[in-house]
């Protein structure tokens, strides 16, 4: 596609539910990454995958997080068990390479409007 | 925290007036980024800055990285109205890309 895609554009559910987010990277990027935005805060970095290696998963808050990439390519982030503080914008970006090494930017999509009621 | 730090928090200005907005981050960097996000949702990049660089400057946008100080600061001159959004300094380093809390510039017209 011609950017990266987030699904569902907005989730409202309710405590307790498990939720999965999707995300459609950039055709051929192969590092891709999730974040997490509460209201008018900065981004809080999630989870990081490159390539075919192990992602990098430092930035997950509780066990209740989950991610996978598939064929290297979609990426679920999975929420379990949901509570109020998970409310928050979930952005995912990808780059074409590891940002560190090739100085490339990240492609940022509209993210995943989550509320948890 | 895992965020950088950017100020000010927010900043109002009239156009036609140049926008200051610094930004310090923690942990040595290969680079550093600055983001602009309308309404709360995508990011878009706007310019990047390599750790072996000191100004860069991208048409109405200058950047400028003092890697002594961990300091990074982003100028726009000569302000219009569509620039009111909310900006981020984003720091790269390892294998990870650590975002400031981001300033909210707002341009009247």
């Known amino acids: 596609g011609a950017g990266v895609s987030q699904s569902p554009s907005n989730k409202v559910t309710e405590k307790g539910k498990d939720v999965e987010l999707r995300c459609d990277p950039i055709s051929g990027h192969t590092a891709l990454y999730w974040y997490r935005q509460s209201l008018g805060q900065g981004l809080e970095f999630l989870i990081y995958?490159?390539?075919?290696?192990?992602?990098?998963k430092s930035g997950l808050p509780s066990d209740r997080f989950s991610a996978e990439r598939t064929g290297g390519s979609v990426s679920t982030l999975t929420i379990q068990r949901t509570q109020q503080e998970d409310s928050a914008v979930y952005l995912c970006?990808?780059?074409?390479?590891?940002?560190?090494?090739?100085?490339?930017?990240?492609?940022f999509g509209q993210g995943t409007r989550l509320t948890v009621v | 925290s895992q965020q950088g730090e950017e100020d000010p928090q927010a900043l109002s200005i009239q156009e036609g007036e140049n926008a200051t907005m610094n930004c310090s981050y923690k942990t040595s960097i290969n680079n550093l980024q600055w983001y602009r996000q309308n309404s709360g949702r995508g990011l878009v990049h706007l310019i990047l800055?390599?750790?072996?660089?000191r100004e860069k400057h991208s048409g109405r946008l200058r950047v400028t990285l003092d890697t002594s100080k961990k300091s990074s600061s982003l100028l726009i001159t000569a302000s219009r109205a569509a620039d009111t959004a909310s900006y981020f300094c984003?720091?790269?380093?390892?294998?990870?890309?650590?975002f400031g809390a981001g300033t909210r510039l707002f341009v009247k017209a």
């Open positions: 995958f490159q390539g075919n290696s192990a992602p990098d």
């Open positions: 970006a990808s780059s074409p390479r590891a940002q560190t090494y090739m100085n490339t930017e990240a492609f």
């Open positions: 800055i390599r750790s072996n660089e």
């Open positions: 984003a720091s790269t380093g390892g294998f990870k890309t650590i």
